[in-house]
């Protein structure tokens, strides 16, 4: 059952990925390959004044990157938050040496926990998605050093 869930939320990140780099970062990859295609392109410059051109052009993309990966880093780590609850929360309630039959419900409550963990953090996927379209539709110099 844990791993149907894992699952599920790996399928939804995973949209997400995939939207964002469809939506915003592959564009932003054409013109960082444009804007680098063009510094290499000038013949009387030295190879340090064309490599710093190149850095400047692969910025906005690594800002951007940088900025998906702590969302999706900042969201999965409260998932395992709560998840972790769920633990501890399960512990708390064993005896110290507890029998088969209370293993058997004590697995069962810790599961039905998580389950709600995952369903709770899939309905926060849309919030996410907003937040990233939001952050990377309003051009690079919006995005949040990270």
């Known amino acids: 059952m844990i791993e149907q869930q894992r699952q599920r939320i790996e399928q939804e990140i ?3 990925v995939d939207d964002t780099d469809k939506e915003y970062l592959r564009k932003m990859q054409v013109e960082m390959h444009r804007c680098a295609a063009k510094c290499c392109e000038d013949q009387n410059s030295s190879v340090d004044v064309v490599q710093r051109c190149v850095e400047r052009c692969t910025t906005p ?3 951007a990157q ?3 990966q702590n969302e999706l880093e900042s969201y999965q780590q409260r998932l395992q938050r709560c998840v972790m609850q769920c633990n501890d929360d399960i512990r708390a309630e064993m ?6 039959t209370e293993v058997a419900r004590y697995t069962d409550k ?3 926990c998580a389950i709600k ?3 709770k953090h ?3 996927i849309p919030q996410l ?3 990233i379209r939001s952050v990377l539709s309003k051009g690079v110099n919006n995005i949040p050093e990270v």
């Open 14 to 16: 995973t949209k997400v």
């Open 61 to 63: 993309v690594t800002r």
């Open 66 to 68: 940088r900025f998906v």
């Open 95 to 100: 005896s110290p040496n507890p029998n088969e």
């Open 110 to 112: 810790f599961e039905r």
């Open 117 to 119: 963990c995952v369903d």
């Open 122 to 124: 899939l309905g926060q």
């Open 129 to 131: 998605m907003k937040t």
